[in-house]
């Protein structure tokens, strides 16, 4: 199987003095130079735009997307000790949402109808993840009652669907 090599190509371009004072000073992980931090962002871009086609793409895109948040979770656990599989769970959750809607550009209702089903399906997968946190008693998260407080009103709703199911 024959590989590909990659080459380094120049660039030059002229920006606006704000923009180069914004891209010295921006941290970028793993890049240190200004070549390096363009060579990482145009990576991002890439991403992003091969994700605009391909939910597999999207959807790494979307993970790259909340890796300061994800990084800083990491970093409470190991200093505090403390953890939050809803946090955890939601920004996943999220993470994927995000990937359909912006791999998918339906051309016809039908498509459109299969995208719904797809966003519905996670949106469920969801709901069930926090209401399966909320019969626990306390939900593993940062703030126990938050799943509770705010899923108050779903469950009334929950049950009057199993009432009138019954009727």
Do not use: C
Not at 26 to 34: D, K, M, P
Not at 70 to 96: D, F, K, M, N, T
Not at 109 to 126: F, M, P, T
């Amino acid at each position: 199987m024959a590989t590909q090599t990659v080459t380094m190509e120049p660039l030059s371009a002229r920006i606006p003095s704000d923009l180069y004072l914004w891209l010295a000073q921006l941290q970028v992980e793993g890049a240190t130079t200004n070549s390096d931090k363009l060579r990482v962002l145009l990576g991002q871009l890439k991403r992003q735009h091969d994700g605009a086609f391909d939910y597999v793409a999207a959807h790494a895109w979307a993970r790259d997307l909340t890796h300061r948040l994800r990084e800083a979770l990491v970093r409470i656990e190991g200093q505090e000790g403390r953890h939050s599989e809803v946090l955890g769970g939601l920004v996943e959750q999220v993470a994927a949402l995000m990937a359909l809607v912006i791999s998918h550009a339906p051309a016809t209702a039908e498509d459109a109808a299969r995208l719904e089903d797809a966003l519905v399906r996670r949106a469920a997968l969801l709901g069930e993840s926090l209401l399966r946190q909320a019969t626990t008693g306390a939900a593993h998260a940062f703030d126990p009652g938050v799943v509770r407080r705010h899923l108050a009103t779903t469950a009334e709703l929950a049950a009057t669907l199993k009432t009138l199911e019954g009727a």
